[in-house]
């Protein structure tokens, strides 16, 4: 069982920054793809970006690719979300997500969940 708790959401006005972090319970975290989703009000949970176990694989969902960075530092049990020039449409809570096996892009995939952070985007 692995316990995930976020943090780092906030209000930030239009072309801001924000960068969000995952700590995480486990002391082998190098064993856990990770990934990032989100979900607006009203509507699904999507995929925003994952990462491999060793770092060296990242996926982005076409909507955040070339202004998200997702990164990881196995020693310190954490994952972190860098998102920069964020749009109206950025608004979400943004959860982190753990699993053993195969990087997935659906949430079904995922056994873990943190509480989930709100990202609050204002024009």
């Known amino acids: 069982q692995v316990q995930l708790v976020e943090s780092g959401g906030g209000l930030v006005q239009a072309g801001g920054s924000l960068r969000l972090s995952c700590a995480t319970s486990?002391?082998?975290?190098?064993?856990?793809?990770m990934a990032w989703f989100r979900q607006a009000p009203g509507k699904e949970r999507l995929f925003v970006a994952s990462?491999?176990?060793?770092?060296?694989?990242?996926t982005y969902a076409d909507a955040v690719k070339g202004r998200f960075t997702i990164s990881r530092d196995n020693a310190k049990n954490s994952v972190y979300l860098q998102m920069n020039s964020l749009k109206v449409e950025d608004t979400a809570v943004y959860y982190c997500?753990?699993?053993?096996?195969?990087?997935?892009?659906?949430?079904?995939?995922?056994?873990?969940w943190g509480q989930g952070t709100q990202v609050t985007v204002s024009s």
């Open positions: 997500a753990a699993r053993i096996g195969a990087t997935k892009e659906t949430s079904e995939a995922y056994p873990y």
């Open positions: 486990t002391r082998f975290l190098d064993f856990y793809k």
């Open positions: 990462i491999g176990c060793k770092s060296g694989t990242t």
